[in-house]
């Protein structure tokens, strides 16, 4: 049986202009309920953080006034007593802290993601990614607590001799450790940047591990295979394959983990001993936190100091907030698709 | 079906080749690959070798402290094992071999952080189990002094005033979490994609920041006082980001063919979420919360902020001040009193637990993965089968009645003799 095609001689004129035709959706009444609550939801979640920069910033604009912004960013003193303070010596402190928590997080949640992804299988794989999440659930204070008492007084004779062989590094300077003494000052180095950075990096561990987990483990198989099939040793196929695809996931991991130990208090509250200087002697005792000097001051608190404590608070807000929204943005560019229907 | 010359076989038109091959009675062994010994024990070699070179140094000579032993150890191990490999195997094994002994080192120092942490607290904890009692759970402190033996005092109003604080915060995010996640992936568009990455921002709101919030917002505006009620909120504010985020990545899992399928029978948006979605993500949402709970149970400094320290039992989260155990545990822990140290333990200890057996919960719900069921729910879904079996026969048979009546009504006469 033969059958012809006919094409149709398309465009004809008066047919081309036709307009698409509008698709206009219905929803019944229940469906249009649903959407709206659940849209309500979604902008009650907005509201609350346009609330909690508004309210911050209301109650921090007192506080700043009285100094002036440029004297409130250098000052390094904290005295609202004496109208005299400022966070520089505070945010130093904290980025010092977040610094070595990510000096010493970064490699190890490296190399634990591509252990995880790469290294275990079957039941090794599923116990370590139940470990990863519960060190993430573990309370910060159980962490403060061990740092407190059991890793305090095990890092100190490291502390010790980074500083005895490398105190000519003037980060590594102990102000008042004299390296011929033989029976080391222990409480110069008890309550360090070092020590209260070493505690936060295991705070942070988990959530870089998991996002870089997840991106590894998103690395088409194909190519792996192909790297395999190329006669890459498994090295090699990393180094190729699972690195270049998982930087995206390897860069914002990093940066929530930096946001996460920006903010982390009662931890370094429990270690730190609070000085209102810039101490860039990390194995020295003495550092601050914005996070830890609100915890600390906000319980002999007048409305003025509160304010004060306020605009620290925005201040550490803020940092978070500009790490976070780049973190989200460049996590969200590496893995465009997420969105599409699985 | 004929045969052809050429030995196929017709089908229609279509001609079906078959193979003239005697079948294999038996499986030829296969080659396997496998490295060899001198590749398999140069790793175990280089441990050994690795671990008696650092005992050696250490605690036979004497040479390095006890804390440089493993240190040392490993580093010789590594030099070992990167030689003996180089023996056999060109330079691109040996970049392979070291970095996997590298990666594995990183996941096992992690493992051990995390073990090394829970097991100490526990380990402080158990020491102590002798000198602390039951009533440990049972009291309050509020007639406890500093020096008071550890007999006396207790966490109950701790424990009181996390399981209203928790149990609050639950109420207020489970159903906004879920909403806000329901509308993140069914409803989705641009507006969706804004909340999204405002969620994601969120989960790393600083946890003293959401008590300066809470603080600033709650308790300077309205109640005036610490209270348990603001210390809830924000808990919530916390917990509902992470929420979001955890629910909204079980949700993505749905299978859009089941979607596609419920609205295809004539279900609309929302019975289609709630027949289709919600009972396919069920055992991934449970867990969801279970974990977004385990969070919220160990924040202590939005407590710090909101709650107040106090050392009575407060049953009332509204009015006045009311502890919870991490804040507890912090308390004591900063207190100069050995016994009262003591008791931080415990209480963290208490506190460990209960986040492990959360933890443990979360994970046996959440270990099936979303259609795959259970033995028990095969049995109960097979139950339910049955009886809907009974239904659907006993309708079949009152729809076939039907059916004969009314054809009997139009043709009276079929049938008739």
Redesign the interface.
């Known amino acids: 049986m033969t059958t012809s095609t006919y094409l149709p001689d398309y465009p004809v004129s008066g047919f081309d202009d036709a307009e698409p035709r509008v698709i206009t959706v219905s929803h019944a009444p229940v469906d249009q309920a649903f959407r709206h609550v659940t849209r309500l939801a979604g902008s009650f979640v907005l509201l609350i953080m346009v609330l909690v920069g508004t309210f911050l910033a209301v109650k921090a604009t007192r506080a700043v006034k009285s100094v002036g912004i440029w004297e409130f960013l250098t000052t390094q003193e904290w005295s609202p007593e004496t109208n005299h303070f400022g966070i520089a010596a505070l945010l130093f402190g904290t980025v010092v802290v977040a610094l070595i928590a990510l000096v010493v997080a970064l490699p190890l949640s490296l190399g634990g993601a591509l252990f995880i992804t790469e290294i275990s299988s079957g039941f090794a794989k599923s116990v370590l990614t139940a470990a990863i999440d519960l060190m993430a659930a573990v309370p910060s204070v159980v962490y403060g607590l061990f740092g407190l008492v059991y890793l305090q007084k095990h890092m100190v004779p490291f502390a010790h001799w980074l500083s005895t062989y490398f105190g000519w590094i003037p980060i590594f300077k102990v102000n008042g450790a004299d390296p011929k003494n033989p029976l080391p000052n222990d409480a110069l180095y008890t309550s360090s940047s070092l020590i209260g950075g070493v505690i936060v990096s295991m705070m942070i561990i988990p959530i870089m591990t998991s996002m870089m987990r997840e991106s590894f483990s998103r690395a088409p198989s194909g190519e792996r295979e192909g790297a395999y099939a190329l006669g890459a040793t498994r090295w090699g196929m990393i180094r190729t394959v699972v690195l270049p695809f998982g930087r995206g996931g390897i860069i914002g991991g990093t940066m929530l983990g930096l946001g996460r130990a920006l903010g982390e208090t009662i931890a370094v509250y429990l270690i730190l001993s609070p000085i209102f200087d810039i101490n860039f002697h990390v194995l020295q005792n003495g550092g601050n936190t914005v996070a830890m000097t609100i915890a600390l001051r906000y319980g002999e608190a007048n409305d003025f100091t509160m304010s004060a404590l306020m605009a620290a608070g925005l201040s550490l807000f803020l940092m978070t907030m500009a790490i976070n929204f780049t973190a989200s943005a460049i996590i969200a560019r590496s893995r465009s698709g997420a969105e599409s229907e699985a | 079906m004929s045969t052809v010359p050429n030995g196929g076989e017709f089908i229609g038109s279509t001609v079906i080749p078959t193979v003239h091959l005697t079948p294999r009675t038996s499986e030829p062994e296969r080659v396997q690959f496998r490295p060899p010994l001198h590749q398999q024990l140069a790793l175990p070699g280089a441990i050994i070798g690795g671990l008696a070179f650092g005992l050696l140094l250490g605690p036979v000579l004497g040479l390095i402290?006890t804390?440089w032993v493993p240190i040392t150890s490993f580093f010789w191990m590594l030099a070992t094992y990167a030689v003996l490999t180089r023996l056999t195997e060109d330079i691109?094994?040996v970049?392979?071999r070291?970095?996997?002994v590298?990666?594995?080192?990183?996941?096992v120092?992690?493992?051990a952080?995390?073990v090394?942490?829970?097991l100490?607290?526990l380990i402080?904890a158990a020491k102590i189990l002798g000198s602390i009692h039951f009533s440990f759970l049972t009291t309050d402190m509020g007639l406890t002094g500093p020096l008071s033996p550890l007999s006396e005092g207790g966490v109950k109003h701790a424990i009181v005033g996390t399981l209203e604080q928790i149990g609050i915060a639950l109420a207020i995010s489970v159903?906004?979490g879920i909403?806000?996640a329901?509308?993140?992936n069914?409803?989705?568009g641009r507006?969706?994609?804004?909340?999204r990455?405002?969620?994601?921002?969120?989960?790393?709101?600083?946890?003293?920041?959401?008590?300066?919030?809470i603080?600033?917002?709650v308790i300077?505006l309205f109640t005036k006082q610490f209270n348990g009620f603001a210390a809830s909120l924000a808990i919530t504010?916390l917990m509902?980001?992470i929420m979001?985020r955890s629910a909204d990545v079980v949700l993505?899992?749905?299978?859009?063919n089941l979607r596609e399928a419920g609205l295809a029978l004539g279900a609309?948006?929302?019975?289609t979420?709630r027949r289709v979605v919600l009972p396919t993500v069920r055992s991934g949402l449970t867990t969801a919360i279970i974990?977004g709970t385990?969070?919220g149970?160990?924040?202590?400094?939005p407590v710090?902020?909101t709650s107040g320290v106090t050392n009575n039992l407060n049953f009332n989260p509204f009015n006045g001040p009311q502890i919870s155990m991490?804040l507890a545990?912090?308390e004591f822990?900063?207190s100069p009193q050995p016994d009262m140290r003591t008791r931080?333990?415990a209480t963290?200890a208490l506190?460990?637990l209960l986040?492990?057996v959360?933890?443990v919960i979360a994970?046996l719900i959440g270990g099936q993965q979303a259609g795959i069921l259970t033995n028990g729910q095969l049995r109960r879904r097979a139950v339910r089968s049955v009886r809907d079996l009974a239904r659907i026969e006993s309708n079949h048979a009152l729809i076939k009645a039907q059916l004969e009546e009314r054809r009997r009504f139009h043709n009276p006469n079929e049938g008739a003799p």
């Not at chain 2, 149970?297 to 400094?301: R, V």
């Open positions: 402290g804390g691109q094994a970049k392979d070291f970095s996997g590298m990666i594995a080192s990183a996941g120092v992690v493992v952080a995390l090394l942490v829970v100490f607290v402080k159903p906004l909403a806000s329901l509308f993140l069914e409803i989705g507006y969706a994609r804004l909340v990455t405002v969620v994601e921002a969120m989960t790393a709101l600083p946890s003293v920041v959401a008590g300066l919030f603080y600033a917002s300077l504010v509902l980001p979001i993505r899992l749905v299978p859009g609309g948006q929302w019975s979420v974990l385990a969070h149970i160990g924040e202590t400094a710090l902020l991490p545990a912090l822990i900063k931080g333990y963290a506190l460990l986040v492990l959360l933890f994970r």
